[in-house]
């Protein structure tokens, strides 16, 4: 079945630097868009980034733009998204999930990805 697990979260200071990975299972992840999302209690699950089957596109939310990448090692089944200068309001449950086969483009909306880890805490905090 299919399976995406989290890792990486924890706690660091702001302005500091985390990698977290997402390992895939059950399908074959290069035929597959991927993306990140978080979600901050009390507020909604919002989309981070995106990256395309091949690694060749990516999306960014504004809010990060300039200090997180996303990136994919298909081979290893695995995406990676690499947090720097993290910010306080960076903390959140993080996800990663699959894009449905159904949406042809990249996309950050949740409605649009159709299975998702069980998420990894990254709170950043002094």
């Known amino acids: 079945q299919v399976q995406l697990v989290e890792s990486g979260g924890g706690l660091v200071q702001p302005g500091g630097s985390l990698r977290l990975s997402c390992a895939a299972s059950?399908?074959?992840?290069?035929?597959?868009?991927m993306g990140w999302f978080h979600q901050a209690p009390g507020k909604e699950r919002e989309g981070v980034s995106c990256m395309s089957r091949s690694g060749g596109r990516t999306l960014y939310a504004d809010s990060v733009k300039g200090r997180f990448v996303i990136s994919r090692d298909n081979d290893k089944m695995t995406m990676y998204l690499q947090m720097n200068n993290v910010k306080p309001e960076d903390t959140a449950v993080y996800y990663c999930?699959?894009?449905?086969?159904?949406?042809?483009?990249?996309?950050?909306?949740?409605?649009?990805?159709?299975?998702w880890g069980q998420g990894t805490q990254v709170t950043v905090s002094s």
């Open positions: 059950g399908f074959t992840l290069m035929y597959y868009h």
């Open positions: 999930a699959r894009l449905s086969i159904s949406s042809h483009d990249l996309s950050v909306r949740p409605n649009d990805y159709d299975y």
